[in-house]
């Protein structure tokens, strides 16, 4: 059995498991990447899936080790995923800036990598709001998880993740909103 | 969380539900009356939620892209390893998701399909080294006996092709579950749990044998289980994969150099392990079993499998040809006292006491199973699962010998009446087998020079009637599916209707066809061809081990008390009972009681239910609070309100007894039950007010027409339930209008 299966049994581990993960789908991407063409993507789940594979021996790949896993390789998505917007949108600028200014950015043009790191800003004060319904924003945005999927890892019902997603999506929106006209 | 952000996010996503402008106005005056940053903030979500998708989904396109800003900075990684390079690919129609692993003759992946319909299946690649074009055909040969078998406990083999390498692949039906041995050791089930697995499988053995398909191949890894609903569900896979892949190597002349044994020797009976392989009949099954049987018993073969995999194929041979294997007893017996503890263990035992539960019966059992000489094996899997069976009901079996035999025959001349009936049964059980048997070796005869395909066509001609019917219903099923993809319910409906038979095999297409007609027909209130649907589909839902049971219960219930049929609804809820009454899922066991509890029980139904009641109540009292005053508040209340204990329903909905209504049914349905609980307290006058407002909320509500799938003000059933309960409030209270 390897470390990363023992993590999934161990609850209360996620730092260490996230760290893992993490790693892990960095070296997938990379190794993914040199083989394929370029112009192809990468799924956010492909990625995912591709480190279940490495990471966790057969004989684990339970459904609920699976729902665990996901959750945590959201976590380490968002990270990989949000800096490589960072990274792509400072390197469009030229700016050495580490955050995009915000004012910079209209929301109704704004270029796709852009849009990951608005959504990320609010997610993260939507985390000190209400840190149950940034979590599911993180599976389903950042993760590719479906609701089922997300219910089973969170241990809730689909229903109550639709409903949070529904509503998180809304409040995010208008929070990039809000801090536009600030800024 | 604040309560601010909550009470924004409840009313945000309940106006969002309102689709009708004006309709929503009056939600919003109501809810914010004194409120208005509150009502500015809702408004703002509700006005922007379609760009903030936009903004969703743009991120998402950026996600899809990282790609290549993650090859940017990943540095110095380690490329040695690479992942398997099948994932992502697609071979045929589908797409490769993950490995999920790799077995004797090839690797089995997860995989997606697109078309016809969305669904993972597991697809499995056998290794390079067969003929592709013949493994192929002689699987197209078994196809249309393969697609007749239609049971629960059988995966379906689906489709078979080549990959652009020229490896043949094949298409299985998915099964998330976990090898039987592991399962039973891991949850240490008991002899009499495994036993009962046990008997499942033969069945399914016994339903694959009477289409005429022999599964060559059954051993552990093939036979699978998974929890359903806190039922253990096992399901044979790989069912004539092992036949496509066997047979003679295309030159004959060279038949004793190449041949090598598939199939795993440690399961193998004797006759399949003789060269040529082509004497195998479905007895080579029953001889399999026992060898599974003995395993569950003890946690062993009586072949070692490691001993047969080093030593020559004519040694295993023999072996399996000459040797006679130890009694379950005597091996467990045989072990050191630490490996017979854990073994007992695992079987949640007594060292001693598990000698002498496999002492005896079993044993005899396992060896007429096992015998080497097939005729004097079990004549049928069924024959097996009956003495099984038998022992478990601690009646005399079959397998003794013949001293104990005669004992028993004695003892059956004393129950001549049972005896007879019991043959009787047993005939028909296994007159279609003979059936398939007796074609079977008409078709062997001349398979001797010409194509096995020859066996499939005597054998189809002699099922044609059968098979056809079976056919049709698939293309009717299709057909509906089409219809419904055009929007056209009508036809949709019709077809349905007139289809003679129903397969009863669980499909997604199936259970999708019968859920959205019905849907619409409840739309229509056409209630009777409503309920003929819901009707069927659960029972589907009883073979389907992955199906939304519950919800479908919740459907069927309302749609049957709609329907005036009180006789068919009483059956509909002894069933769903009985279904449900040892379950411990009590979001599951919640949505059955509501269900039975839309009219009010007779003291038979009412005692019936009181297991689902207990677990329902302990359910509740778990829930945080929030939580209380959601669903589970109706199950709860109305169970409380059946039963007369008009005090506790009135606490209970308390805190909704002022509420008014969301988009969706909760707070009439609750109110509903309060205003009969009120009522029998006394309390007429309030118990009429709540009646009215229930009854203003339903109209309000089915003023707009519902579209099929539409879920934004809620669940139709959850409206159909409030409003049978309102029908029965207004009936109590005279609060008619």
């Given at each position: 059995m390897n470390d990363i299966t023992l993590m999934l049994r161990l609850p209360g581990n996620s730092t260490e498991l996230l760290a893992g993960v993490y790693g892990e789908l960095r070296r997938l991407a990379a190794a993914r990447m040199a083989q394929e063409s370029a112009g192809q993507t990468l799924q956010a789940t492909a990625l995912v899936h591709e480190a279940w594979l490495q990471l966790v021996a057969e004989g684990d790949r339970t459904w609920e080790n699976r729902a665990h896993f996901f959750g945590a390789a959201s976590h380490a998505m968002r990270r990989i995923l949000v800096d490589a917007a960072r990274r792509k949108s400072r390197l469009k600028r030229g700016a050495d800036c580490e955050r995009v200014e915000l004012a910079e950015v209209e929301i109704a043009t704004a270029a796709p990598d852009d849009s990951v790191i608005l959504i990320n800003e609010a997610l993260e004060r939507l985390e000190r709001d209400d840190p149950e319904q940034a979590r599911i924003v993180v599976m389903k945005?950042?993760?590719?998880?479906t609701n089922e999927e997300v219910a089973a890892s969170l241990g809730i019902s689909e229903r109550t993740v639709y409903r949070q997603w529904v509503c998180a999506k809304a409040r995010l929106y208008r929070w990039v909103r809000q801090q536009e006209s600030n800024d | 969380m604040p309560a601010a952000k909550q009470l924004e996010d409840s009313l945000f996503f309940a106006a969002l539900h309102v689709t009708d402008p004006e309709q929503r106005r009056l939600f919003l005056d109501q809810a914010c009356l004194d409120d208005p940053a509150l009502r500015e903030s809702v408004e703002q979500m509700l006005a922007t939620h379609e760009d903030a998708d936009r903004l969703i989904d743009r991120g998402r396109d950026a996600i899809a892209l990282a790609a290549a800003e993650i090859r940017d900075f990943?540095?110095?990684?380690?490329?040695?390893?690479?992942?398997?390079?099948?994932?992502?690919k697609r071979i045929g129609r589908y797409t490769i998701l993950e490995s999920l692993g790799e077995g004797g003759c090839g690797s089995v992946y997860l995989a997606e399909q697109r078309e016809p319909v969305i669904r993972l299946v597991a697809l499995k690649v056998i290794k390079l080294g067969m003929d592709t074009r013949r493994v192929i055909a002689r699987f197209n040969a078994e196809r249309q006996a393969l697609a007749m078998m239609d049971h629960p406990n059988i995966a379906r083999v689906l489709d078979a092709g080549a990959t652009e390498t020229g490896r043949p692949y094949f298409v299985l039906e998915l099964v998330r579950g976990i090898r039987i041995t592991e399962f039973c050791d891991t949850n240490r089930y008991d002899l009499r749990q495994r036993l009962e697995l046990f008997i499942q499988i033969c069945h399914a053995i016994q339903h694959a044998h009477q289409k005429g398909i022999i599964h060559r191949d059954i051993k552990p890894s093939n036979v699978l289980v998974a929890m359903h609903d806190g039922v253990p569900v096992p399901k044979v896979i790989d069912f004539g994969i092992a036949k496509a892949i066997e047979g003679r190597p295309a030159d004959e002349t060279l038949h004793t150099l190449n041949e090598q044994l598939l199939g795993t020797p440690a399961y193998m009976s004797p006759e399949q392990a003789q060269p040529g392989r082509l004497d195998v009949d479905t007895r080579s099954d029953v001889y399999s079993l026992g060898i599974l049987l003995y395993e569950l018993l003890t946690g062993r073969t009586p072949f070692d499998a490691l001993e047969l995999s080093k030593i020559g194929l004519d040694e295993t041979r023999r072996i399996l040809r000459e040797r006679e294997p130890q009694r379950p007893s005597a091996l467990l017996a045989g072990l050191n006292a630490e490996a017979l503890k854990a073994v007992a263990e695992e079987r949640r035992t007594e060292p001693a006491r598990l000698l002498s539960q496999v002492k005896g019966d079993l044993d005899w059992i396992v060896v007429k199973s096992l015998q080497k000489e097939r005729a004097r094996r079990y004549d049928t899997a069924n024959g097996l699962a009956m003495d099984v069976r038998r022992f478990l009901h601690n009646e005399p079996i079959l397998a003794r010998p013949p001293g104990r035999l005669y004992l028993l025959r004695k003892l059956i001349r004393r129950q001549a009446g049972l005896f007879v009936a019991g043959t009787l049964v047993l005939l028909a059980l296994t007159g279609g087998l003979a059936a398939s048997t007796r074609l079977y070796f008409k078709a062997k005869r001349a398979e001797i020079r010409q194509s096995e395909l020859r066996e499939v066509a005597e054998r189809s001609l002699a099922n044609e009637g059968r098979m056809r019917k079976e056919a049709e219903s698939r293309e009717k099923i299709a057909e509906v599916v089409i219809l419904l993809r055009q929007g056209d319910y009508e036809g949709a409906a019709k077809t349905l209707g007139s289809m003679?038979?129903?397969?009863?095999?669980?499909?997604l297409d199936g259970s999708m066809v019968l859920r959205s007609v019905g849907e619409w027909l409840v739309l229509q209130e056409r209630w009777q061809e409503a309920s003929k649907c819901f009707l069927w589909l659960l029972e589907m839902n009883q073979l389907d081990s992955w199906g939304q049971v519950t919800l479908d219960i919740q459907a069927c219930g309302v749609v049957l008390v709609e329907n005036r049929d009180a006789a068919l609804y009483r059956q509909f809820c002894k069933e769903a009972i009985a279904a449900?009454?040892?379950?411990?899922n009590g979001s599951g066991v919640i949505r059955v009681l509501k269900s039975c509890l839309l009219l009010p029980p007779d003291p038979e139904l009412t005692a019936l239910l009181e297991p689902l009641g207990k677990t329902s109540e302990a359910w509740y009292a778990k829930l945080p609070a929030h939580q209380r005053t959601e669903w589970g508040l109706i199950p709860l209340s109305l169970w409380h309100y059946r039963k007369g204990d008009y005090a506790r329903v009135i606490e209970l909905a308390r805190p909704l007894a002022g509420s008014s209504a969301g988009p969706d049914a909760l707070v009439p349905t609750v109110q509903a039950i309060l205003a009969m609980a009120l009522w029998h307290q006394g309390e007429t006058d309030k118990a009429r007010v709540t009646v009215a407002r229930v009854r203003d909320a339903i109209d309000r509500h089915f003023a707009i027409p519902m579209r099929v799938g539409d879920r934004s003000r809620g669940f139709w059933y959850d409206w159909l339930f409030a409003r049978i309960l309102m029908r029965e409030a207004a009936l109590l209270t005279g609060e008619e209008s």
């Amino acid at each position: 059995m390897n470390d990363i299966t023992l993590m999934l049994r161990l609850p209360g581990n996620s730092t260490e498991l996230l760290a893992g993960v993490y790693g892990e789908l960095r070296r997938l991407a990379a190794a993914r990447m040199a083989q394929e063409s370029a112009g192809q993507t990468l799924q956010a789940t492909a990625l995912v899936h591709e480190a279940w594979l490495q990471l966790v021996a057969e004989g684990d790949r339970t459904w609920e080790n699976r729902a665990h896993f996901f959750g945590a390789a959201s976590h380490a998505m968002r990270r990989i995923l949000v800096d490589a917007a960072r990274r792509k949108s400072r390197l469009k600028r030229g700016a050495d800036c580490e955050r995009v200014e915000l004012a910079e950015v209209e929301i109704a043009t704004a270029a796709p990598d852009d849009s990951v790191i608005l959504i990320n800003e609010a997610l993260e004060r939507l985390e000190r709001d209400d840190p149950e319904q940034a979590r599911i924003v993180v599976m389903k945005f950042f993760g590719g998880m479906t609701n089922e999927e997300v219910a089973a890892s969170l241990g809730i019902s689909e229903r109550t993740v639709y409903r949070q997603w529904v509503c998180a999506k809304a409040r995010l929106y208008r929070w990039v909103r809000q801090q536009e006209s600030n800024d | 969380m604040p309560a601010a952000k909550q009470l924004e996010d409840s009313l945000f996503f309940a106006a969002l539900h309102v689709t009708d402008p004006e309709q929503r106005r009056l939600f919003l005056d109501q809810a914010c009356l004194d409120d208005p940053a509150l009502r500015e903030s809702v408004e703002q979500m509700l006005a922007t939620h379609e760009d903030a998708d936009r903004l969703i989904d743009r991120g998402r396109d950026a996600i899809a892209l990282a790609a290549a800003e993650i090859r940017d900075f990943a540095g110095a990684v380690d490329l040695r390893e690479q992942p398997d390079q099948q994932i992502g690919k697609r071979i045929g129609r589908y797409t490769i998701l993950e490995s999920l692993g790799e077995g004797g003759c090839g690797s089995v992946y997860l995989a997606e399909q697109r078309e016809p319909v969305i669904r993972l299946v597991a697809l499995k690649v056998i290794k390079l080294g067969m003929d592709t074009r013949r493994v192929i055909a002689r699987f197209n040969a078994e196809r249309q006996a393969l697609a007749m078998m239609d049971h629960p406990n059988i995966a379906r083999v689906l489709d078979a092709g080549a990959t652009e390498t020229g490896r043949p692949y094949f298409v299985l039906e998915l099964v998330r579950g976990i090898r039987i041995t592991e399962f039973c050791d891991t949850n240490r089930y008991d002899l009499r749990q495994r036993l009962e697995l046990f008997i499942q499988i033969c069945h399914a053995i016994q339903h694959a044998h009477q289409k005429g398909i022999i599964h060559r191949d059954i051993k552990p890894s093939n036979v699978l289980v998974a929890m359903h609903d806190g039922v253990p569900v096992p399901k044979v896979i790989d069912f004539g994969i092992a036949k496509a892949i066997e047979g003679r190597p295309a030159d004959e002349t060279l038949h004793t150099l190449n041949e090598q044994l598939l199939g795993t020797p440690a399961y193998m009976s004797p006759e399949q392990a003789q060269p040529g392989r082509l004497d195998v009949d479905t007895r080579s099954d029953v001889y399999s079993l026992g060898i599974l049987l003995y395993e569950l018993l003890t946690g062993r073969t009586p072949f070692d499998a490691l001993e047969l995999s080093k030593i020559g194929l004519d040694e295993t041979r023999r072996i399996l040809r000459e040797r006679e294997p130890q009694r379950p007893s005597a091996l467990l017996a045989g072990l050191n006292a630490e490996a017979l503890k854990a073994v007992a263990e695992e079987r949640r035992t007594e060292p001693a006491r598990l000698l002498s539960q496999v002492k005896g019966d079993l044993d005899w059992i396992v060896v007429k199973s096992l015998q080497k000489e097939r005729a004097r094996r079990y004549d049928t899997a069924n024959g097996l699962a009956m003495d099984v069976r038998r022992f478990l009901h601690n009646e005399p079996i079959l397998a003794r010998p013949p001293g104990r035999l005669y004992l028993l025959r004695k003892l059956i001349r004393r129950q001549a009446g049972l005896f007879v009936a019991g043959t009787l049964v047993l005939l028909a059980l296994t007159g279609g087998l003979a059936a398939s048997t007796r074609l079977y070796f008409k078709a062997k005869r001349a398979e001797i020079r010409q194509s096995e395909l020859r066996e499939v066509a005597e054998r189809s001609l002699a099922n044609e009637g059968r098979m056809r019917k079976e056919a049709e219903s698939r293309e009717k099923i299709a057909e509906v599916v089409i219809l419904l993809r055009q929007g056209d319910y009508e036809g949709a409906a019709k077809t349905l209707g007139s289809m003679e038979n129903r397969p009863r095999q669980p499909s997604l297409d199936g259970s999708m066809v019968l859920r959205s007609v019905g849907e619409w027909l409840v739309l229509q209130e056409r209630w009777q061809e409503a309920s003929k649907c819901f009707l069927w589909l659960l029972e589907m839902n009883q073979l389907d081990s992955w199906g939304q049971v519950t919800l479908d219960i919740q459907a069927c219930g309302v749609v049957l008390v709609e329907n005036r049929d009180a006789a068919l609804y009483r059956q509909f809820c002894k069933e769903a009972i009985a279904a449900h009454t040892s379950s411990t899922n009590g979001s599951g066991v919640i949505r059955v009681l509501k269900s039975c509890l839309l009219l009010p029980p007779d003291p038979e139904l009412t005692a019936l239910l009181e297991p689902l009641g207990k677990t329902s109540e302990a359910w509740y009292a778990k829930l945080p609070a929030h939580q209380r005053t959601e669903w589970g508040l109706i199950p709860l209340s109305l169970w409380h309100y059946r039963k007369g204990d008009y005090a506790r329903v009135i606490e209970l909905a308390r805190p909704l007894a002022g509420s008014s209504a969301g988009p969706d049914a909760l707070v009439p349905t609750v109110q509903a039950i309060l205003a009969m609980a009120l009522w029998h307290q006394g309390e007429t006058d309030k118990a009429r007010v709540t009646v009215a407002r229930v009854r203003d909320a339903i109209d309000r509500h089915f003023a707009i027409p519902m579209r099929v799938g539409d879920r934004s003000r809620g669940f139709w059933y959850d409206w159909l339930f409030a409003r049978i309960l309102m029908r029965e409030a207004a009936l109590l209270t005279g609060e008619e209008s």
